[in-house]
Nanobody
Framework: QVQLVESGGGLVQAGGSLRLSCAFS????????VGWFRQAPGKGREFVAA????????YYADSVKGRFTISRDSAKNTVYLQMNSLKPEDTAVYYC??????????????????WGQGTQVTVSS
């Protein structure tokens, strides 16, 4: 069974950077597309970024394009989300998710069937 464990969240000032990690285990990593989502207090879960099974293609929400970068390391079975130029509105719990079906351009949360527990990111102004 697939397990996803996020890490790397924390408190950072506006304009700063953080790198989130999502450690994948339990199945063949290369068979799964992986996405990052976030949920701010009182709001729904929002798509952030996704990466294809090969790692050759990525897809971003407009709100983070140019500031965030998603990548994957097949040797470590880990997906990263590098977040630069952080803004207070980026404050949320960040989740990674995986799916063995569908395409990386599917930004819907219902398209993912495996989820991590989340990691808190807080950006102060």
């Amino acid at each position: 069974q697939v397990q996803l464990v996020e890490s790397g969240g924390g408190l950072v000032q506006a304009g700063g950077s953080l790198r989130l990690s999502c450690a994948f285990s339990g199945r063949t990593f290369s068979s799964y597309r992986v996405g990052w989502f976030r949920q701010a207090p009182g709001k729904g879960r929002e798509f952030v970024a996704a990466i294809s099974r090969s790692g050759g293609s990525t897809y971003y929400a407009d709100s983070v394009k140019g500031r965030f970068t998603i990548s994957r390391d097949s040797a470590k079975n880990t997906v990263y989300l590098q977040m630069n130029s952080l803004k207070p509105e980026d404050t949320a719990v960040y989740y990674c998710a995986a799916s063995s079906v569908g395409t990386y351009t599917d930004g819907s949360s219902v398209g993912y069937d495996r989820w991590g527990q989340g990691t808190q990111v807080t950006v102060s102004s």
